[in-house]
């Protein structure tokens, strides 16, 4: 994400602020908060674009014990 200067954010910090995009991943519960966070780095590409790493997300890894699948993530 842009930001002015170099920030990380942690997940549950992200979700609890109802102004953000990031509050409706609240329903996803504390597990999963606990593994995100953001990063805001005053790059300019960031102003147009928001990069996502999902790190076992994706393919259904549950040895990283996210309980979530791709559909879920998804909203399916």
């Known amino acids: 994400m842009y930001g ?3 920030k990380t954010t942690p997940g ?3 979700a609890s602020q109802p102004d ?3 509050h ?7 597990n999963f908060l606990d593994r995100l966070e953001s990063t ?3 790059s300019p590409i960031l102003k147009r674009v928001t990069l996502i ?4 997300v994706l393919n259904g890894d549950t040895s990283l014990g996210f309980g979530l699948g791709l559909r ?3 909203g399916a």
Request: glycine content about 12%; proline content about 12%; cysteine-free.
């Open 4 to 6: 002015d200067q170099d």
């Open 12 to 14: 549950n910090a992200l």
């Open 20 to 22: 953000t995009p990031f």
């Open 24 to 30: 409706s991943l609240k329903k996803f519960g504390t």
């Open 40 to 42: 805001q780095l005053p």
């Open 53 to 56: 790493d999902t790190p076992g």
């Open 72 to 74: 879920l993530g998804l």
